[in-house]
């Protein structure tokens, strides 16, 4: 079974940083991208960025450059999320897809992880 | 900057009903790059149609999608109590590679 396991949810501060982690199962890692999207409260999906674990080739979406970074631990068929510097702006479910840019679909999707930023 | 958007905002109906979902994009996109997906309460999205047409696997055939260019529809032939869900469309294209549309609830009436 094809399956994305990601972290548990985080409370934090502003001005910390956090990196959450997203592993693949059931099939060949480095032959998929890996998306990531961000949904908050009560609002609907937003594309983030996207990577390819077999060689880290990563594209990020222009309202989401600069401000995380995404990377790829292909031994350990794990992805990452990650922010130097939280907001609380940054409060929101993030969740993780496997992408198939030949046909254009994430699936499947992670469990998703909650990230809250307060002071 | 490709822009997708969904009408309506929410639609209202009863089980055994057609639920018709519009996805209207600001340029035009291949259908094979069209997508859909659920999302319930609580969970995270499901991949229903790619392709802008093809069913993925496991999706009843109550499902369906067309269209092509900068217009595409979901189409739920008869709604089951399970169905009532957000429904949001995705494209991969030009800057930025991928949008997705801003969704539509479908709930009971």
């Known amino acids: 079974e094809v399956q994305l396991v990601q972290s548990g949810a985080e409370v934090k501060k502003p001005g910390e940083s956090l990196k959450i982690s997203c592993k693949g199962s059931?099939?060949?890692?480095?032959?998929?991208?890996i998306g990531w999207v961000r949904q908050m409260p009560g609002k609907g999906l937003e594309w983030m960025g996207i990577i390819y674990p077999g060689d880290s080739d990563t594209r990020y979406s222009p309202s989401f450059q600069g401000q995380v970074t995404i990377s790829a631990d292909k031994s350990i068929s794990t992805a990452y999320l990650q922010w130097s510097s939280l907001k609380a702006s940054d409060t929101a479910m993030y969740y993780c897809?496997?992408?198939?840019?030949?046909?254009?679909?994430?699936?499947?999707w992670g469990q998703g992880t909650l990230v809250t930023v307060s002071s | 900057e490709i822009v997708l958007t969904q009408s309506p905002g929410t639609l209202s109906l009863s089980p055994g009903e057609r639920a018709t979902l519009s996805c209207r994009a600001s340029?035009?996109?291949?259908?094979?790059?069209l997508a859909w997906y659920q999302q319930k309460p609580g969970q995270a999205p499901r991949l229903l149609i790619y392709g802008a047409s093809s069913r993925a696997t496991g999706i009843p055939d109550r499902f369906s999608g067309s269209g092509s260019g900068t217009d595409f529809t979901l189409t739920i032939s008869r709604l089951e109590p399970e169905d009532f869900a957000v429904y949001y469309c995705?494209?991969?294209?030009?800057?930025?590679?991928?949008?997705f549309g801003g969704g539509t609830k479908v709930e009971i009436k």
């Open positions: 059931g099939y060949s890692f480095t032959s998929y991208w």
């Open positions: 897809a496997r992408y198939n840019p030949d046909w254009n679909w994430f699936d499947p």
């Open positions: 995705q494209q991969y294209g030009s800057s930025p590679l991928l949008t």
């Open positions: 340029q035009s996109v291949s259908s094979s790059y």
